[in-house]
Each structure stands twice: as structure tokens, then as C-alpha cells.
């Protein structure tokens, strides 16, 4: 069990910040983790644990014992109604690998969940989501060791409390549980979901005249390539922002000033509205700052081109809530974890 003291974190945040931990460690199974929470050096600090570290911005040095999910493992089960399959991945899987596992075993409902990056344990922390799927469709458990004794606790998908990009996790649990396995039940029987963003028309742009779960994770993994900027090229964490749910008399009274702006309909009472749009409707779309700024095919992502600070970056963010609270009325929230 290596354990590093004043250590990067460069390599380990996809926004690629050169910050430093007090000290870091990997753990590769429950057994290592219970062993790291009783040393001395990682009990006499706060607690972090990355797994992709594709949704954390890091703004200083990080005074805590920082460690790395490596648990992997897929393994899988058929469910007892026959038509399901219940697929358990280590936590510290990186999600496009589950995704594509599901993908050779034939197995449907996260295919619209395609090249998100992360770790299987961060999923359902925040609820991931895209394209009309959120992991809560398909979760079934999880387990995670809980810190305070060492044991292994189940949480079904009530106990998850799960929101958008929203958990138990993330609110009265917070800190207190590290996600080690998590379930999924998968389909044998699909149920094609292409009615939002541009599926339909990039599913018509690549020709595909029968549809399946491939196809359509396929058609995912286009749209995002196009739009997302890759880490390895371009410090970034993805979606900087969630897409605001508003008032829908407040979302008629916007599209009666601005009939371009896009929604979607939650309920009765609630509209989703794009955050990109409304970013870009600010002028910041491609904006250069330096050593970051926005990137010019996607609002919804800041970028570092390299040596900016994690500061730099969120002062940049709360510029962007500001002119689009004064421009719309509307308040964003970072989906990113400022550190």
C-alpha cells in the first residue's frame, strides 16, 4: 500500500489542474480501502476520493488524503422476471467501459449514456444523465463501504433519494459512504429511446435503416465527439452547468421575448431549458480568456488550454451566472465540484 504525500493531482483531474494533495493513495478492492481508512496519515485527514476526476475543479492545493477508486470487475445475473439482466460493475470502472460491455452482451438502457466520462461509482452520486436517460432509469443497488464503521451498506434505488443530477450522496449522506459496486438491470427486450437532441438526424445522417442499442450508442458517441472537446487535448470537465428547470409561466413569458429559446417540458408546472443556449445567447461561446475560456463548439463546456488556474476558471464561471441571471432572470448551478 504506497501512499504519496505532497503529491499532483494533474494527472487525475480531466481539466488537468496542477494542484497537490497531502496525501494520495490507490485502493483496487473493499479490502484495500478498509485498510487505507485505518492508517494513521489518511485518519488524520479530510477525505477525497477521485475516480475519473472528470467533475471536480481543483482552485488549491488539496489538504486531505485524496484516493483513487481503481475496483474493477463486471459481472452479470439474470434477473428473476426473465427479461431483465442484473449487471454489477466495480466502482472504479470507467463508465463508457460498462457501457460498451453492455453493448457485446446485447444488453439495453444505457446506450444513451454513451462516452459520458467518470468512474461507475461517481454515476450514481449525481444521477448522470443524457439524451432523455437518467441512470435512476435503469439502477437497480448499489454498495458502499460506510466510513465511520468499515462495513459494506446496500442502498436500493429509493434509498438513493436520486434527483436531477442529485443524490442522497450529495446531500444527507454526504461524505459518509464510498460507493464500491454498483447494479444495473439491463433489457434483453429494448426499448429505443431517440426523441431528444439530435439522435433522430444523426441516426438519418448515418444511414441506419434498423435500429438497435448499438446504433443508437453509436449516434451518442457522434454527437458528443462533435461537440465535446477531448481532455487529453483540452483541459476540461464536460457540462460545467446543469440545465436550469424553470417556472413554466416564467419559460412562456421568456419565449414571448425570445422565441428561438428551446424547453422541455418536466411537468405540468416545470420547464428544462438548455443552459448552452442561454450561454451562448450571453456572447460567450468561444470566448478566449487567455489560458481558458469557453469552447467554440459547446457553451456548456469551459476549457484550459493550459496553465490556467482552477481559480481563473471558476471566476470565469461565476461571470457567465451573472450575465445570464441579468440577461434571463434564470440562475445557474455548476454540475462541476469546485474544490
Not at 444488453?107 to 437518467?134: D, H, K, M, R
Not at 469552447?295 to 493550459?306: C, F, M, P
Amino acid at each position: 500500500m504506497e501512499i504519496q504525500r505532497e503529491a499532483s493531482l494533474q494527472a487525475y483531474n480531466t481539466f488537468g489542474i496542477d494542484a497537490k494533495a497531502s496525501v494520495l493513495a490507490t485502493f483496487t478492492s473493499v479490502e484495500e480501502l478498509r485498510a487505507l481508512l485505518q492508517h494513521p496519515e489518511v485518519q488524520n485527514l479530510p477525505l477525497l476520493v477521485l475516480g475519473g476526476g472528470s467533475n471536480v475543479l481543483f482552485t488549491q492545493d488539496v489538504q486531505a488524503a485524496v484516493l483513487l477508486n481503481r475496483i474493477k470487475g463486471i459481472t452479470q445475473t439474470p434477473a428473476p422476471d426473465g427479461a431483465h439482466v442484473l449487471v454489477t460493475s466495480g466502482s472504479g470502472e470507467t463508465w463508457h467501459e460498462l457501457v460498451l460491455y453492455s453493448l457485446e452482451h446485447d444488453l439495453g438502457g444505457i446506450e444513451n449514456l454513451s462516452l459520458i466520462p467518470g468512474t461507475v461509482g461517481a454515476a450514481p452520486l449525481q444521477n448522470i444523465g443524457a439524451y432523455g436517460v437518467e441512470l435512476k432509469d435503469t439502477f437497480h443497488s448499489l454498495e458502499a463501504l460506510e466510513i465511520a464503521t468499515g462495513q459494506l451498506v446496500t442502498f436500493n434505488r429509493e434509498q438513493c433519494g436520486f434527483g436531477y443530477r442529485e443524490s442522497v450522496f450529495k446531500k444527507e449522506a454526504k461524505g459518509q459512504f464510498i460507493v464500491t459496486s454498483v447494479t444495473l438491470q439491463l433489457t434483453r427486450e429494448h426499448q429505443f429511446n431517440t426523441s431528444y437532441g439530435a439522435i433522430q438526424d444523426t441516426l438519418a445522417q448515418q444511414q441506419v435503416s434498423e435500429l438497435s442499442i448499438r446504433a443508437i450508442s453509436d449516434a451518442v458517441c457522434h454527437i458528443r465527439r462533435s461537440k465535446l472537446p477531448d481532455p487529453a487535448q483540452i483541459g476540461n470537465a464536460g457540462s460545467f452547468f446543469k440545465n436550469p428547470e424553470i417556472p413554466a409561466a416564467q419559460f412562456a413569458q421568456l419565449k414571448a421575448e425570445y422565441t428561438s429559446m428551446p424547453g422541455y417540458a418536466i411537468d405540468e408546472e416545470t420547464v428544462k431549458v438548455p443552459a448552452g443556449w442561454l450561454i451562448e445567447q450571453c456572447g460567450w461561446k468561444g470566448k478566449v480568456l487567455g489560458k481558458h475560456g469557453v469552447h467554440k463548439d459547446q457553451a456548456l463546456v469551459l476549457v484550459n488550454y493550459g496553465g490556467a488556474s482552477g481559480n481563473e476558471v471558476k471566476a470565469l464561471a461565476y461571470e457567465i451566472i451573472a450575465s445570464v441571471q441579468e440577461k434571463f432572470g434564470i440562475t445557474l448551478t455548476p454540475e462541476v465540484n469546485i474544490i
